[in-house]
C-alpha cells in the first residue's frame, strides 16, 4: 500500500468512500481533508479495498503525523487492525478518534495497543439538523438576532455578494475559517491513540 498527496483533482475519485461513513467529526469531510492542505500540512491517502487510508505529513513538525481511522461506508477498523495499518504504513498515532469508536470497543481493549489520550485542543461541536433549521426556543435567540442583524446591516443594503471559491481568496477563507476555530466549544469528545510499539515520528 503506497501512499499518495491528495489534491483537488482526487475528489471525484474519493467522495464515494465518504458516503454514509459513520465518524461524525468535521476531520471525517473530504473537502476539509483537502482544503487545508498548505506548505506545512499535506494530506495523504491510499485505498485499501473498501476503505480510504488518510495520513497528515508535516514539513516541519514531524512529531504531529498521524493517520485518522479508515474512512468506508461498508466497515471498521478494529484497534488491533488500526495498530498493523498504523505499523505497515510507518506511523506511531491517529488523531481525532471519535468517542463513540473509544467506547465501542472500550478503554482497555484500545489500551493493549494504544495510550488513549483526550485531544482537549481539537473539540469539535453538534448540532440536531432540526435544530438548526428551525431555530426555535430560547436557545437559539441570539443566533436568530444575529441572523435578523445581517439581514439588516448587510442583505437589505445589497453588501452581500456570492463568489466560487477560487485559489485567488483561499487565503481569505483559510484565515476565516481559522479564525472560527479559536471559537469552538467543547461539546464532542475526540481522542488521540498513540501507539505504545513505534513513537509518532515512526517512519519518517
Known amino acids: 500500500m503506497r501512499l499518495k498527496a491528495i489534491t483537488p483533482a482526487d475528489y471525484p475519485n474519493l467522495k464515494r468512500f465518504f458516503s454514509h461513513q459513520k465518524y461524525r467529526l468535521c476531520e471525517y469531510s473530504l473537502p476539509s481533508i483537502i482544503v487545508w492542505s498548505n506548505k506545512e500540512y499535506r494530506p495523504y491517502g ?19 503525523r498521524h493517520l485518522i481511522l479508515p474512512i468506508s461506508p461498508v466497515r471498521e477498523y478494529s484497534p488491533e487492525e488500526l495498530r498493523d495499518l498504523a ?17 465501542k470497543y472500550g478503554k482497555k481493549k484500545v489500551g493493549r495497543y494504544f495510550t488513549v489520550t483526550e485531544q482537549k485542543g481539537f473539540n469539535d461541536y453538534i448540532y440536531l439538523a432540526s435544530d438548526l433549521v428551525t431555530l426555535k426556543g430560547n436557545r437559539y435567540a441570539k443566533k436568530r438576532n444575529l441572523i435578523h442583524q445581517f439581514e ?24 476565516f475559517l481559522e479564525k472560527w476555530c ?13 501507539s505504545k510499539f513505534y513513537p509518532p515520528w515512526y517512519g519518517f
Open 152 to 175: 439588516r446591516n448587510y442583505l437589505s443594503n445589497g453588501n452581500v455578494k456570492i463568489e466560487p471559491i477560487v485559489p485567488a481568496v483561499a487565503f481569505e477563507c483559510i484565515e
Open 46 to 64: 491510499a485505498i485499501d479495498g473498501e476503505s480510504l487510508i488518510i495520513a497528515a505529513e508535516f514539513t516541519t513538525r514531524h512529531e504531529d
Open 182 to 194: 479559536q471559537g469552538l466549544i467543547k461539546v464532542f469528545r475526540c481522542w488521540t491513540l498513540l
Open 87 to 103: 505499523e505497515k504504513l510507518g506511523f506511531g498515532s491517529y488523531w481525532f478518534v471519535p468517542g463513540d469508536y473509544v467506547q
